[in-house]
């Protein structure tokens, strides 16, 4: 009996992976909505997958597009750092601020693309399991500036706010 419980604790501890959704909004205006299902390691750091699709924006239609990338994160204090890997090989990273208890808003930019772009996450405690393409448009990640004038790019104006200068 004894050797079963010590087992069983071995199993769990070593098991014990803490696992979230992150809900992504990024583009010109937002126009990509991600699925961010990752499991914090016993490092510290989140791994998982990432599944994107085009749901359109203020400024650009929706065309259903799909992708799936890989993607590793560090939450410390209140910045997230995060580096996602397409399947055609091209590195993003991504780095936010974390404005809320579960809310970021930062900066990413790609190998390959000319200019940064901006971003933003909201951490769920529990795995969302729908399919990607039957999750509604997340416009609550919006600012009440893009919903105004939906002409701004979707992008982190505040670099000073994002490294506490």
Partial sequence: MRTL????????AS????????????????????RWDVEQEQTGVWVGTIDHVHVGGPCVPATRATATSEVRAVIAGDNLFALRT?????????VARIERENRGRGVTVCEGVPQRGG???????????RPMREMP?????FTDEQRRRPDLRFEFRGLDQLFGR
């Fill in 119 to 129: 971003f933003v996450v909201r951490f769920r405690e529990r795995r969302d399991v």
């Fill in 137 to 141: 448009p997340d416009d609550d990640l």
């Fill in 5 to 12: 419980l010590v087992a069983s604790v071995f199993t769990l």
């Fill in 86 to 94: 397409t399947d055609h090989n091209i590195l993003c990273t991504y």
């Fill in 15 to 34: 098991s014990a992976a803490w696992a979230e959704t992150w809900v992504v909004r990024e583009g010109a205006c937002g126009e990509w909505q991600s």
